[in-house]
């Protein structure tokens, strides 16, 4: 039993780092019609950032709030980033598919050897606070708390992202823009504004899915946010491409899928699963999970 | 004269839609803008908001008297001159409510008019938190209608507001639309004749991608014979168009086309 719930709360672990690289996808497919193959790179900075910030920042540092004072300067750095790759390069090649894919492919090259070039291709030990390395007794399980960092921070992203779009002139925009964008500039709404929030979104979740993902695997290393965007993309298409809640559960799917697999079939099994299972979904709801049924 | 179009071509897929469209709105009343289905209606429409590349001049005159150039502008800047545009689909945004469709469409350069709107469409009161894809044809008319009537505007581009809808529908609608035309110039795409005779001051017919005829839109449909050949129906007796056949792009007799005053404008 220890040993399920063990598995399920490290399934629901690893299903928050998915969402939260796989939210910012999705609204930036969603609205934008953007591949951003470049989402990998922003979590990377966001880890960097974040460990960069603990070792030298004034302030931050391994615990208590100098840990959040990190984790916030490598979320900033993340967002910044995002808007500014946005503005640079992805708003002149609007609605130039093939070309976006290219740049965003091409930035996620050139992020990871830019880091490997700074700080080395080695992994790097990643500062966390004390009592995320502490475990907790959950049904008999032992369970380390930096589960329940993710899983919380996740759902807080959620929630928050939800309520965005549904209280906010922004969100009203984002969500309009998902279903025709044309007829939103239609209405005289300058839906590139959007463009430029809803990539800077996504890079801050990205970067915040980087900072806990170092907490999670105990250190960080340039490709880490490269082999994530893969499995983020997974649940991208499972979810259902441009639904915010699709993202999440199918986040939860592959989490505990993954995790179940490798443990009681064999190592490396899980990552097959998991590509089973987008198989199963494509092949039975080919607009995925929250496709309309006609 | 409110609006001015010269020479304005758009190609799409490799289809040279618009070849050359002069034309001109004046400030006030209803002009109809008619031809035959793929005539390139919709597509003239759509390059004045710049929703299609297109080339050429398209020029709005304000109420005081300066011109705006249209051309090369983004549709935003384009619409927030004073233009409202309600499409051809209605296009209303069916995953948000009747509300949010309206709260969305009020632009920061308008005073907004929920009073007027709600006034002439109770219904859309009554419904306000409904989403508007679960609306009727009818309803969703009435929300891409209210959206244009939200805001103050110029001109409105209206593209076949009576499409598909029942004849009582239609007789509603039409009603909205010519107390609207009381206070603001209305460009209007529409196949129902019977819509056009009761709304429309001036008319422009398009064919092949041209402006074949412009003039006045009574005197359009007095003549029966100059409607049916370029319209390629029956006008008199508030014929209804839709529905009947037309010829297939490409294969139709060229029309003749009588240059006016407003096709010479910007010839």
Redesign the interface.
Known sequence: MSTVVLLAVTGLGLAALYFLVASGLSLIFGLMGVLNFAHGAFLTIGAYGTWWAAGNLPGAGASGWGFVLAVVFGVGVGTLVAALVELALIRPLYERHIEQVLVTVGLSLAMVALVRAIWGADPRPFPAPEWAKDTTSLLGASVPNDRFLLVGSAVVVLLAVLAFLRFT?FG??I??G???R??????????RRAFTLVFAIGGAFAALAGALGGVYLGSISPGQGTSLLIFAFIVVVIGGMSSITGAAVAAVLVGLVQQFANYYAASGVGDLSVVLLLAVVLLTRPGGLTARVA | MLLRMADVHVRLSGSHVLQGVDLTVRRGGVTALLGRNGAGKTTTVKSV?G?VPSTGTVELTDAGGRVHRLSGR???EV??LGIG?A?EDR?V????TVA?NL???E?R?SAHHHDRVYELFPELRTRSRQLAGTLSGGQQQMVAIA?LLL?DNQLLLVDEPTKGLAPLLVAEVAEVLARAAEEVTVLLVEQNLSVVRRMATDAVVVDQGRVAWSGSAPDLLADADRARELLGVAASGGAQARGEPASPPGTEPPVPVHRTSAGEAGA
Request: hydrophobic letters at 40%; charged letters at 30%; glycine letters at 8%.
């Open positions: 002139r009203l925009v969500r309009a998902v279903e025709n044309s007829m939103v500039t239609a209405l005289g709404i300058d839906v | 908001l929703l983004r549709t935003h619409v927030r545009y499409p296009e945004f069916g995953g948000l949010e709260t969305l469409a632009r350069d959206r805001n």
